[in-house]
């Protein structure tokens, strides 16, 4: 059983670009997490998904951050105009269920950098 | 609101060794605790977590941690410590009603001298 995918695992991207991070999750896993980890810091959270619904982006910036996970293929992260500030890892994580009791698998993490 | 806080941020110690590293966290609510671990340039992976029951609990890789409600901690503990162990240790809380993320702390890179 494969474990959560993410790419690309390295992306570099100039001011005012576009980034679109991708996660699939492990295989039965309808519940999708992203994370941000900035530069001696832990991992604080963005946003959760569920196949085609947005459950909770608290954590998600209000602007040029969005997020989906269509009923086919992977969730994407969606970064528009980046600033050198967006440097970070961006971590995916599924689970089987809901609840704050699941484990949460991560993905190996896709690492922005903005010059 | 929920936060969760690791005192050491790094942690050397000899091979064979003890180990403690701390965790406090702070909830207006009940939550679960969680330890995971990141090897350099992966994902993370969960070491152990605390659910209910028994307050020791016993993860992967001879890693164990008590749940201690009076002082709000869960240190993670490892008797003996070997060179692969090096690496950075987060603590995480998730609320046990209502939202589903994990709420992490600052991590606590532990490494081990040969």
């Known amino acids: 059983n494969a474990g959560v995918m993410q790419n690309p695992r390295h992306l570099v991207r100039r001011r005012g670009q576009e980034a679109r991070l991708r996660c699939s999750p492990m295989?039965?896993?309808?519940?999708v997490y992203w994370y941000r980890q900035l530069p001696e810091e832990g991992l604080k959270f963005m946003v959760y998904l569920q196949k085609e619904n947005i459950i909770d982006e608290s954590g998600m910036p209000k602007e040029r951050f969005s997020a989906e996970f269509p009923k086919e293929g992977p969730s994407i992260l969606r970064i528009q105009q980046v600033v050198r500030g967006d440097s970070a890892a961006y971590f995916c994580?599924?689970?089987?269920?809901?609840?704050?009791?699941?484990?949460?698998?991560f993905g190996p993490g896709t690492r922005l950098l903005v010059l | 609101a929920q936060s969760v806080t690791q005192l050491d941020s790094q942690v050397p110690v000899f091979e064979e060794a003890p180990v403690e590293l701390r965790c406090n966290y702070s909830s207006s609510v009940s939550v679960y605790l969680f330890w995971y671990v990141q090897y350099p340039n992966q994902g993370l992976q969960l070491l152990l977590k605390?659910?209910?029951?028994?307050?020791l609990v016993k993860g992967i890789n001879g890693f164990e941690a008590e749940f201690n409600k009076s002082q709000t901690s869960f240190h993670l503990r490892k008797p003996s410590v070997h060179i692969s162990d090096t690496a950075e240790y987060f603590c995480?809380?998730?609320?046990?009603?209502?939202?589903?993320?994990?709420?992490f702390g600052t991590g606590t890179r532990l490494t081990v001298i040969p």
């Open positions: 995480a809380v998730s609320v046990q009603t209502g939202a589903n993320n994990l709420f």
């Open positions: 605390y659910l209910s029951g028994s307050t």
């Open positions: 994580a599924s689970s089987p269920f809901k609840g704050g009791q699941e484990t949460q698998y």
């Open positions: 295989k039965g896993h309808s519940h």
